[in-house]
């Protein structure tokens, strides 16, 4: 199991070292740079930015050099935020992210399941129909459609909730975003319990623990859920990395200081070491999440083993 | 036919079920009259479809959730007919425990087998995990399985089939049940395997005393194990009363068929002069077991030396049980798997050749696969299944022509060439079978490997494939290479014999001289297991 983990973690070297390679030199090739502001700056002042940052010397060099520092966990200089290291602005804004993330996925979980649960017992009656139209509503329709409403439901009319800021994480401002966040997880998971719930509970083994009298707790969450959950633990896994590491249109609407509008801003700001550094830090989430998930399926399927 | 009286323990009384389909209403049980008295062994049989298993599911309260039930199930003077599910528990799996069919899916595949079987005694018994655990040990031991303190620790699929059966019964014996059904329980397993299984059963119901009601389709079971038989036809009981009585004078005409259904009467031989069609000379399959990281290759040796000759007109039967390698010599004598000695056919070497001049011979060299529902493929009408194979092999035809020549095919296997436009899900199993041996008959093969081709049919319907198959033989001179675990229809079908265990041939000679005169342990064993049952029929008819 050791040899496992250690192995897989050694085999996302050179899958990140690829990562890191494709990404540095696409954005290079995009055209423009992080100093082409809309009114050129003066040719002096551009020639010392551009040895600041070493953007004069040949690309292979730059590569080599920047290859050289991520290998010390060092990101390099922000270029768009002049005064912060990327290492400093993703030790702020991480944390939130994941904060946010982890709370939808939760949410996204227990919620989901439980109804996926539900709908498959009730298969073909109105709770089943009912679940599975919200289900569809919660994927059909947009977050940023989903989030305004919310806002003007609960914080303008209703005033219960604060329509955005982070606050350090407080409890109420985490509210909204998470269940925004959380809703097409939410319809997604809904979907997926059911479908896997459905055929576990039609399987011989379930029959099994029905004929010899086994409580309905037994039945349903021990011998059917357990295996029907499955499916479900290898959609969450990539799903997870995708929600830990920020959303930016949840965080630009509900104004949280998360990494998912580095994103966008350091694209188009051409941002070079901020964009690397999401894309290393999302690659990292991915590799380690979809480890987690393979994991997590030798836990619960002891015929999945790793020895 | 013996009334209930006070040693009745579960009587079912006019039960009827219906099943709710997109169709309409199914009724698949009509009235349905079974009871079971202690310490007595009845058996219900019928084909697949009769309502069998359906009547005791209902009565057990555990049908699909598309069925209606209706009538009376009574236990110690209760009806439990529409019990709520809390109540219901209290009865199924403590005084009324059921074994299935599947041996292989029956058991939950998450959890040890020890955790498995104490489950019901922690929420009947109201033991303890601990003293459930202990009392799980015990129950391993009385349905002696081999090394149970660890098999206590094992998962299902660690176990092999006989070994799961084995835990399911250790399972329904666990709280001291008045009354044992089983449905099937040994159908999925080998001869010989069965013929343990149904000992195991048989001794242990004499020393626990508790009624067993026992589902089968199979005749040679009934009458080894049962006092009381009802059998039953599109879910109604035709005819019931003391097994010897049913076996020595079967009343109904349904009955007397399915009494009659075992595959009789022998090929005729083929002259000596016929000339030879196939020849495997040292035929060898390996299969590289996967040991995982640096560890020595475990290779398994799925045939082991085989050499054989056919000539034309003739058939070999291959007989064995799962995992033999029976199934996997046949691939290699088509040459579908890398396979290490000869294989000559009309004086050509075909092991080696290449898949390109592979594919000119395989119109003369045809497979008939075991599972008549999933080797069809469901997109395609029957019409078209059958006449794929001209598309590649004569391309010259043209569509009316395949046409012409699918219904021929279909004429040939007694089918109705009006149904070439229909669909497989259209069809019952045996149907099916037929569809699969038209679309090999339309390439007017030579050579045809037949693997388990009847297995998964009921009896009566096997009996009519066997003699399609004969006739065929009869009418093109075929050749067959036959793969079957059922001796009854190995017996009837082939000129010569060879019966394989662990990839060897153990004995091999003309079919009569094996059935009658077997010298190898192992093939008296198998027959042993197969034949008691046949001896038996023959001794009361």
């Not at chain 1, 050791?2 to 990140?16: C, K, N």
């Not at chain 1, 350091?266 to 480890?291: E, H, K, P, Q, S």
């Not at chain 2, 104490?118 to 090394?147: D, F």
């Not at chain 2, 067959?480 to 079908?493: E, Q, W």
Request: charged fraction near 20%; aromatic fraction near 6%.
């Amino acid at each position: 199991m050791h040899r496992y983990v250690l192995g897989r973690l050694l085999s996302a070297i050179p899958t990140l070292f690829l990562i890191v390679t494709i990404s540095f030199f696409l954005i290079r090739i995009a055209p423009g740079g992080p100093f082409d502001l809309e009114r050129p700056l003066e040719a002096k002042v551009m020639e010392n930015l551009n040895k600041i940052y070493h953007l004069d010397e040949p690309l292979w060099n730059q590569y080599l050099l920047y290859l050289k520092s991520i290998v010390q966990l060092d990101f390099g200089p922000s270029f768009y935020f002049r005064d912060f290291s990327i290492n400093e602005l993703f030790a702020q804004s991480l944390p939130i992210s994941i904060q946010l993330g982890l709370s939808a996925l939760c949410l996204a979980l227990v919620v989901g399941g439980t109804l996926g649960v539900v709908a498959a017992l009730r298969q073909n009656q109105a709770t089943d129909y009912s679940v599975m139209a919200a289900a569809t509503l919660g994927v059909t329709i947009p977050n940023f459609v989903v989030a305004p409403i919310l806002t003007l439901i609960l914080g303008v009319w209703l005033g219960w909730l604060p329509v955005g800021g982070w606050n350090g994480g407080a409890f109420v401002n985490v509210i909204l975003p998470v269940v925004t966040l959380a809703l097409p997880q939410v319809a997604v998971v809904a979907r997926l319990t059911r479908g896997s719930m459905i055929e576990a509970l039609r399987s011989n083994h379930v029959r099994t623990a029905r004929a010899y009298g086994l409580t309905s707790y037994m039945v349903i969450v021990v011998h059917a859920l357990r295996g029907a959950i499955l499916p479900v633990v290898s959609y969450l896994g990539p799903a997870a990395a995708a929600l830990l590491t920020g959303s930016v249109v949840i965080e630009t609407i509900f104004g949280i200081p998360g990494i998912g509008r580095y994103f966008v801003q350091g694209a188009l700001n051409r941002d070079y070491t901020l964009v690397m550094g999401t894309v290393v830090v999302v690659a990292c989430f991915v590799i380690m999440f979809n480890l987690v998930v393979d994991l997590l399926y030798a836990l619960l399927d002891p015929r999945v083993s790793y020895d | 036919m013996t009334q209930e009286n006070s040693r009745t323990v579960l009587s079912i009384r006019d039960l009827k079920v219906d099943f709710e389909t997109g169709t309409g209403t199914v009724n698949a049980v009509r009235g349905v009259d079974i009871h079971v008295e202690a310490g007595e062994t009845v058996a219900i049989v019928g084909e697949s479809g009769s309502g069998k298993s359906q009547t005791m599911m209902a009565a057990m309260g555990l049908l699909a959730s598309n069925g209606r039930t209706e009538g009376e199930v009574i236990y110690e003077g209760r009806n439990i007919l529409g019990l709520s599910t809390r109540q219901l528990n209290d009865i199924r799996g403590a005084k009324v425990t059921m074994i299935f069919q599947e041996p292989m899916t029956s058991l939950d595949p998450l959890y040890t087998i020890g955790r498995q079987l104490a489950e019901p005694m922690v929420v009947h018994g109201g033991l303890s995990w601990k003293a459930a655990k202990a009392k799980a040990l015990e129950l391993l031991k009385l349905v002696n399985i081999p090394e149970p303190e660890r098999k206590i620790k094992a998962y299902p699929y660690e176990m092999s089939g006989g070994q799961r059966q084995r835990v399911m019964i250790a399972m329904a014996l666990a709280n001291d049940p008045d009354v044992l059904i089983a449905d099937e329980p040994t159908t999925a397993l080998d001869v010989t395997t069965q013929a343990q299984i149904l000992d195991l059963l048989r001794g242990l119901q004499k020393r626990l005393g508790m009624a067993v009601m026992f589902i089968t389709h199979d005749l040679g079971i009934v009458r080894r194990i049962s006092d009381r038989v009802y059998v039953m036809k599109t879910g109604e009981v035709v005819e019931s009363g003391e097994t010897a009585k049913i076996f020595a004078q079967p009343e109904h005409l349904y009955t007397k068929m399915l009494l009659d259904a075992e595959p009789t009467g022998h090929k005729p031989p083929v002259p000596d002069s016929a000339p030879v069609l196939l020849e495997a000379q040292k035929v060898e399959v390996e299969f590289e077991l996967d040991s995982g990281f640096l560890q020595p290759k475990h290779i398994l040796r799925a045939v082991d030396d085989i050499s054989f000759s056919l000539r034309k007109g003739q058939t070999l039967g291959i007989v064995g049980e799962s995992g033999s390698g029976k199934s996997t010599l046949g691939r290699a004598i088509l040459n579908l798997l890398p396979a290490g000695g000869r294989v000559v056919f009309h004086g050509q070497q075909i092991s080696g050749l290449d898949k390109a001049a592979m594919r000119a011979l395989r119109k003369d060299m045809q497979l008939i696969f075991q599972d008549p529902f999933g080797s069809l493929s469901p997109r395609l009408t029957v019409g078209q299944i059958i006449s794929e194979g001209l598309l590649v092999h004569e391309p010259s035809l043209t569509g009316k022509d395949r046409d012409v020549r699918a219904c021929q095919a279909l004429e040939e296997v007694s089918l109705d060439p009006v149904m070439r436009n229909r669909y497989p899900h259209e069809f019952s199993g045996g149907q099916r079978q037929r569809i699969a041996i038209a679309r090999t008959m339309v390439l007017k093969p030579e050579f045809v490997v037949l693997d388990e081709p009847t297995s998964a049919l009921d009896r009566t319907i096997q009996k009519q494939v066997v003699e399609l198959l004969r006739d065929l033989q009869k009418t093109h001179e075929l050749t067959y290479l036959f793969i079957s675990h059922d001796l009854a229809v190995v017996r009837a079908l082939s000129d010569t014999v060879m019966v394989m265990q662990r990839g060897k041939v153990v004995e091999a000679g003309t079919a009569d001289a094996i059935f009658e005169a077997p010298k190898c342990d192992y093939t008296k064993e198998l027959i042993g297991a197969a034949m008691l049952t046949q001896q038996q029929m023959m001794e009361t008819a």
